[in-house]
């Protein structure tokens, strides 16, 4: 059974950081792309960021591009997002992604992604 958990969400003010983390189990983690995403109240969800298997490519949203970093330790079966500058409008529920790279699949899209977790709030105040 595939398991995603993310945690590190929680109330952090304006200009300030916060470092998410998503631990998977179940999978083939070093063979899946991951992503992040995120819904705001009241909106959709939206792609944030994804990362490569190998952690060779890295795509953001141009929302938080230059403020966010995804990274992954395949060694420890976990991706993060660390969140720099952060602003009120990051304020949402962030979701961890898995896809399965058994086919070629864009990675900034929802339906491109096999596993999903449960979700963490962030909170950001001005």
């Known amino acids: 059974q595939v398991q995603l958990v993310e945690s590190g969400g929680g109330l952090v003010q304006a200009g300030g950081s916060l470092r998410l983390s998503c631990a998977a189990s179940?999978?083939?983690?070093?063979?899946?792309?991951m992503g992040w995403f995120r819904q705001a109240p009241g909106k959709e969800r939206e792609f944030v960021a994804a990362?490569?298997?190998?952690?060779?490519?890295?795509y953001y949203a141009d929302s938080v591009k230059g403020r966010f970093t995804i990274s992954r330790d395949n060694a420890k079966n976990t991706v993060y997002l660390q969140m720099n500058s952060l602003k009120p409008e990051d304020t949402a529920v962030y979701y961890c992604?898995?896809?399965?790279?058994?086919?070629?699949?864009?990675?900034?899209?929802?339906?491109?992604?096999?596993?999903w977790g449960q979700g963490t709030q962030v909170t950001v105040s001005s």
């Open positions: 992604a898995a896809q399965r790279v058994n086919i070629a699949r864009p990675m900034n899209l929802i339906r491109s992604y096999d596993y």
């Open positions: 990362i490569s298997w190998s952690g060779s490519s890295t």
């Open positions: 179940g999978l083939r983690f070093s063979s899946s792309n």
